[in-house]
């Protein structure tokens, strides 16, 4: 893997160097990964999409009659407004997860992977291909499943502010990329990525605020939602929709872009040093 930036420039016949950011190879590797994702799409925008929306029908046709109301941040709130945006960021972020668990890992497995090792591009611009198309991903899962709601009865999911919408949702689809990048870096087969799927992703996705409110929680059981980072996910992301809150705006907004920092640099540090992925 080259570390060094590009635009080609020769310093010495038959010897070119990379300077500035190589935006021909960065654009090829992006390109290739929605590709790779878009050519299934049944599978990994349409069908995600479907599930989502079925959660949707069950829980508001199970516990949404009668007009029943979640409390959040002192408004009562209609159980499938509240319901509503948690499902589209939770459908989200985890098919960011799953795009980004794959690219590596099936690499490594085909032995393909120094496709991706060789090429002139940098540690940083494989990166950001590889979680650019995770974020493409979700968003395009994001936008199927907000299309059908708008057509469901009952459910009202227009944004109220955009930037809460944009910015939770391009947040909580950056950290679980990485940590699906994280996951293709030190899985050695499709039961290391599927078993961080089921014992971390899914259960902190699950209990992270989606079908209840926190401000309907014992003390202990809230506390422990807080120290969930999908919480802030959730609940910013609804906040966007519905204008209320059960966590500070703010404090969510710049946890979540430490999170991905952190994260971001753990990536960055792991395929610098080849860990797993070179002899």
Same mark, same amino acid.
């Given at each position: 893997m080259n570390d060094q930036p590009s635009n080609w420039v020769r310093t010495a016949p038959g010897v070119p160097v990379i300077r500035n950011v190589n935006w021909g190879g960065l654009k090829t590797l992006y390109v290739k990964e929605v590709r790779r994702f878009f050519k299934v799409q049944l599978q990994t925008v349409w069908a995600p999409a479907v599930t989502t929306m079925l959660f949707l029908i069950i829980f508001t046709v199970a516990l949404g009659r009668d007009g029943r109301t979640v409390p959040l941040g002192g408004a009562q709130i209609r159980f499938a407004d509240f319901l509503a945006p948690g499902l589209i960021v939770m459908g989200m972020i985890q098919n960011a997860f799953a795009n980004s668990s794959f690219s590596l890992l099936v690499g490594k497995i085909q032995g393909t992977i120094v496709d991706y090792l060789m090429p002139? $591009?940098?540690?940083? /611009? &494989?990166? @950001?291909? $590889?979680?650019?198309?995770?974020?493409?991903?979700?968003? $395009?899962?994001? *936008?199927?499943?907000?299309?059908?709601? &708008? &057509?469901?009865?009952?459910?009202?999911?227009?944004?109220?502010?955009?930037?809460?919408?944009?910015?939770?949702? *391009?947040?909580?689809?950056?950290? *679980?990329?990485f940590l699906g990048l994280v996951t293709s870096i030190w899985a050695e087969k499709f039961d290391h990525a599927a078993a961080v799927t089921n014992f971390v992703v899914a259960p902190l996705s699950l209990l992270s605020g989606?079908?209840?409110?926190?401000?309907? &929680?014992?003390? @202990?059981?809230?506390?422990?939602?807080?120290?969930?980072?999908?919480?802030?996910?959730?609940?910013?992301?609804?906040?966007?929709?519905?204008? /209320?809150?059960?966590s500070p705006i703010l404090f969510g907004a710049l946890l979540l872009l430490g999170i991905n920092v952190a994260l971001g640099l753990l990536c960055f540090a792991l395929l610098r040093t080849g860990w797993k992925l070179k002899p």
């Open positions: 002139p $591009l940098s540690v940083g /611009e &494989l990166i @950001t291909g $590889l979680i650019g198309a995770s974020v493409t991903r979700a968003f $395009l899962v994001g *936008l199927a499943v907000w299309a059908a709601m &708008l &057509l469901w009865p009952g459910v009202h999911v227009m944004p109220q502010h955009i930037w809460a919408v944009f910015w939770f949702g *391009l947040m909580g689809s950056m950290m *679980l990329g989606t079908f209840y409110s926190i401000d309907s &929680l014992s003390p @202990t059981f809230a506390a422990v939602s807080h120290a969930n980072p999908f919480f802030f996910v959730i609940s910013g992301f609804r906040y966007g929709f519905v204008g /209320e809150a059960d």
